[in-house]
């Protein structure tokens, strides 16, 4: 998910001469702040600069270090000048990881021919030549567990581990086996330790995994969401429904700084100041009217009336009126909260039993 770089020599020896000024000291990634993503791209080299060409603002807050080259599998040829950089003590940020994943099927020479090494997969045993789920389970693990082996990164739960999901990898098989890859990984991740989250565009996301399904070990990650082009559609992207539903937008996106790295902006966490309360007689021909008070200044709210927990269509206003399909079902509201530069917070009040 990162652009490849066409910087002058000159540009680089201005950026490299900018490492040796003061940075934020901040140790963790503060709610409002920006920081930036790095990986292989950001490794070209120019006569007079042996190392890798760091074009990166002295002033963002933490660092996301592409572990891989672009492909699932291999090892960026700078991650530990990067994380060297990133992680200086006297810049003190937080720094995490994203791996590239990928589900190649059984042509690739990485691809499992048996549950071994993989155990509490929930798809059953994989067999040789198998391209479902199973197998992809495992193929996750496997490239899970090569990615932790590498020399020289953060420990395991200090940081987060974000998987990236994009089309200009190889994804052969279905979006169930996809998901199985990701399950895989994220499964290796948590037995280390590690913090997961998923990584991708929304178009990415649903062409290639689809709905996780709330038995998966992918529902309830964080996303870091990928597709604006400005700071302020970043901001915008927060208040979007993560990439699996539990979770919720960690960092946005954005063409940052220079357009030579990607910015990503941190979301603000909205509080939720209590649960929202129904007014109004609950029997059929009578108004119920959905309150929720106390959110944050410029925070706006949508509603979503419930009948028996499932979505009523078309009852998305404050007030629903009661009808006789509601007759003697539970009715509630759940109302979404959103703020730009916030990720979305949701809060559904109690059931009110309607007379039959």
Known sequence: MIRRLV???????AALAALAGPADASPV??????????????????PGFPGPILTLPLSS???VVGLNEGVAATVNDCLGTELAWAGTPARDRRV???LNTADPGPTSARWPTSSVGSPGTP?????????GPACAYAYGAVLARA??????????????????????????GTTAAHRAVLEGMTAALHAAGA???????????????????????????????????????AAENCTHAPLTAGGRIDLAQYTGFADTVDSDLACRVLHVPSRPTITGTASVRHPLTARSTGWAAGTRLT????????????????THLVNAADRGTRLAVRVTALRTGSSRAQTTSANRLVAR
Do not use: K, M
């Open 7 to 13: 910087v002058t020599a000159a540009a680089a020896a």
């Open 29 to 46: 990634v503060p709610q409002g702040t920006v920081g930036v993503d790095v990986s292989f791209p950001q490794c070209s080299a120019f």
């Open 61 to 63: 807050s933490f660092v």
């Open 96 to 98: 995490d990881l994203y």
């Open 123 to 131: 798809y059953g045993q994989c067999r040789a030549g198998d391209a």
């Open 147 to 172: 990615d932790l082996a590498v020399p020289g990164l953060p420990a395991p739960a200090t940081a987060t581990w974000w998987l990236d999901v994009e089309s200009a990898n190889t994804w052969s």
């Open 195 to 233: 913090h997961v989250g998923v990584y991708a565009a929304r178009g990415d996301w649903t062409g290639i995994v689809g709905t996780v399904p709330a038995t998966s070990p992918l529902y309830g990650v964080h996303t870091w969401l990928a597709g604006a082009t400005t700071a302020a559609g």
């Open 303 to 318: 509603y979503q009336w419930l009948r028996n927990g499932h979505a009523i269509a078309g009852a998305t206003g404050r």
